[in-house]
């Protein structure tokens, strides 16, 4: 989907999803922070980042986290949230458009896959692949419910994990009544 679509849903709410408030959101980042298999990882990648809530504990995780998204008001957002995070970059980017440089032992795919079409979803699972350091982790997490979006949340998924393909092993693949978390691991 569009940069000019993620503009429009923050230009008339600045938290459309309801990320600092809602109760599905609470679980949900306590369940994937939870599912991270390490303590700590020495440099995340956060493709989505939105306005900073998950980013802000995904941080303390990390030695070094850079965080995306497509649009800029929910990155002013954030970069306030995460003030206190010296360890956290922000930058604006399309992905796959774009790609960041560096590799990542923690690369956290948070309800952003079902926003690619099948073709682009190759290419980030391509991206991913390269910039996935040996050992290193990469967490998806979907919402399974009904979307308007270009892939509902299990075939986002199911896609990207085959996209990645080559020496990637699941860890685990949980579900839960709205949405289903899935981490993988570079061999």
Known sequence: ??????????????DP???ASSAYEKEKYAKTLAALPRPR??????VGCSIGVLTRDV???CDGLLALDVASAPLIEAQRRCADCPNVRFEQMTVPTRWPNGTFDLILLSEVVYYLCARDVARLG??????????????LVHWTG?????LRGDEAAELFIAALGGPTLVLRG????????????RR
């Open 126 to 139: 391509a991206h991913v692949a390269q910039s996935l350091r040996p050992q290193g982790d990469v967490v």
């Open 59 to 61: 941080a303390r995780r």
């Open 41 to 46: 990882y020495a440099a995340g990648l956060e």
């Open 174 to 185: 949980d579900r839960y009544p709205d949405f289903r978390l899935d981490v993988l691991r």
């Open 1 to 14: 989907m569009s940069r000019a679509y993620f503009e429009s849903l923050y230009a008339s709410d600045p």
């Open 17 to 19: 999803w309801k990320f």
């Open 146 to 150: 009904e979307t308007d979006y270009p």
